[in-house]
């Protein structure tokens, strides 16, 4: 066990001292508890569930017959460094998307078309290797109910450059302060952050949390934002455009 500051470890800068399991071996056990990765799209309530966390072991990133063997607790920089250096492309999406590779399988991260499904081909739990097929997936989405220990891929030549560099101008845009990334998703043909803006929600802070100024979809925390805070702007948001639009606003971060 190790204890955990939340209002430090988590991107959002939100959340209690709490106890979290490192898991060094795979074993079934662990599945009674909820697996976190970075922190980097969480929400941590001051009554989590009972949380654990992959130790270094599952911190790796190996080659074998053409296919990248990449650890559930390898940091995305990592990832993204190792294939600028050795040519491999795919994994340009990662480039400032914070995270680890576990984390960022469960919630199929990307940005527009671009999603680490794209070239994943397998994932290993304690059941043994799942193929992609044998996963329902979609954007920001996956049916995955396990803890995730490695990702297989195809090793495919040729790291792209200009796709790398897209990636990093279009990080220019996000806000600086700590978040959690969008904080809803988009719905169906629309943008989660042009509905928040026309109802008149950006900038709009509760406490010291708020809809980031920057872009609506950010919630931002200024200083000594609080759960309670950021979910009262939650259920604000939530409420005032399905009231505007008729629309449901699905959450993208997670609430522990
Ligand atoms: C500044 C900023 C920018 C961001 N930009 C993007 C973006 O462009 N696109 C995007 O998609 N996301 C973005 N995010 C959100 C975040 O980076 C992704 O959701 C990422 O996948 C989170 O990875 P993590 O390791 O931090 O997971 P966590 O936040 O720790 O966990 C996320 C979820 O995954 C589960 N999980 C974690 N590890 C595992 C595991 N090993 N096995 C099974 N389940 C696991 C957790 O239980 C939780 O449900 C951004 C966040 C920030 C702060």
Redesign the pocket.
Same mark, same amino acid.
């Given at each position: 066990m190790k204890t955990i500051d939340f209002s430090k470890y988590s %991107? /959002?800068r939100i959340g209690p001292l709490a106890q979290v399991k490192i898991i060094n071996k795979i074993e079934k056990e662990n599945e009674n508890f909820? =697996? /976190? @990765? &970075? +922190? !980097? !799209? *969480?929400l941590v309530s001051n009554n989590p569930p009972k949380l654990a966390k992959?130790s270094k072991e599952f911190d790796y990133i190996k080659e074998k017959d053409g296919f990248l063997y990449i650890g #559930? +607790?390898t940091p995305s920089g990592k990832v993204v460094s190792y294939c600028k250096k050795h040519d491999i492309k795919g994994f340009e999406l990662l480039q $400032?998307?914070? @995270?680890? *590779? &576990? @984390? /960022?399988? $469960?919630? !199929?991260? &990307? *940005?527009k078309k671009h999603e680490i499904f794209n070239n994943l081909t397998t994932i290993k739990t304690v059941n043994g290797y799942i193929k992609k097929e044998d996963i329902s997936f979609g954007y920001?989405h996956t049916d995955?109910k %396990? /803890?995730?220990?490695e990702g297989v891929f195809e090793k495919r030549k040729g790291f792209d450059e200009k796709l790398f560099e897209y990636f990093e101008t279009l990080r220019k845009n996000?806000p600086n302060l700590p978040? +959690? #990334?969008?904080c809803f998703k988009n719905p169906p043909n629309n943008y989660a952050g042009k509905l928040l803006q026309e109802c008149g929600l950006k900038g709009y802070r509760v406490g010291d949390m708020g809809f980031s100024e920057i872009h609506a979809n950010f919630l931002v925390n200024y200083g000594n934002g609080a759960f309670k805070d950021a979910m009262s702007l939650i259920n604000i948001a939530k409420k005032r455009v399905l009231d505007m639009f008729g629309i449901k606003l699905e959450l993208?971060i =997670?609430v *522990?």
């Open positions: %991107s /959002i909820t =697996v /976190i @990765g &970075g +922190a !980097n !799209n *969480l992959l #559930g +607790a $400032k998307l914070p @995270g680890l *590779l &576990g @984390g /960022i399988i $469960k919630m !199929n991260a &990307g *940005l920001r995955i %396990s /803890i995730v220990y996000q978040s +959690a #990334g969008s993208e =997670v *522990l």
